[in-house]
């Protein structure tokens, strides 16, 4: 994570955006008022937002929870994909 003021990511824009979008650096803009931004990359953006969709209700929770502990005890099956 990079902190940096208003004046040093305006000056600088290009290279920060290329952090974001490149590096998946998250850039927080210091402001005056201390009404601070975060820019991050879009794809990772939408990550974080699938993540809370499937993560907002119970059933869902537990049913992810109890698929990644089957995975950790090698507990799959492993099929061939079809193709058409």
Do not use: C, P, W
Request: aromatic share 6%; charged share 30%; glycine share 2%.
């Amino acid at each position: 994570m990079k902190v940096v003021n208003y004046s040093e990511f305006r000056n600088n824009l290009t290279q920060n955006l290329n952090a974001v979008n490149e590096d998946k650096e998250i850039v927080i803009v210091s402001r005056t008022q201390g009404k601070n931004v975060v820019v991050m990359d879009l794809d990772e953006y939408n990550s974080i937002q699938e993540t809370f969709h499937l993560m907002s209700t119970k059933a869902n929770r537990k049913r992810l929870e109890e698929a990644a502990a089957e995975m950790n005890k090698n507990k799959f099956i492993k099929n061939k994909l079809i193709e058409k």
